[in-house]
């Protein structure tokens, strides 16, 4: 009987001190949602992304999770001395005179009568 208890015992304790159980009982979904929002922070950072841009473009993420991968990638880089890459998918926004004219020639554009189209010449009675 008291070999049993410290069988027990022993097993009680080399489970209490085991770190590994947690992960064992966590879902691997939620791991895996909160892995991608730290690479999604960590990329928005070298992208030279503000964490704002990042939160906006990204709403499903966890938020906590892309700080912390925007804070890592951050020391990181510092750390290294690691320049960010600009992203340069995006076209930058236009000047505001520019869509103005944009719209007046737009407005010009509808107010014109168009031209008739000439009707198409047939090749074989000339």
Known sequence: MTAARLLLLSLLLTLAGCDKIEALLAD???????ADSKAVGGACRYGMRSIED???KNEKASKAAIFDGWKEMDQYMRENKIDGVPFKDEKPP?????????????SAAKDKPKPKAKPPVDKASS
């Open 94 to 106: 236009q000047p505001v005179e520019e869509v103005m004219d944009e719209k007046a020639s737009d």
């Open 28 to 34: 691997p979904r939620v791991a895996q949602r909160i």
């Open 54 to 56: 990042c939160y906006s």
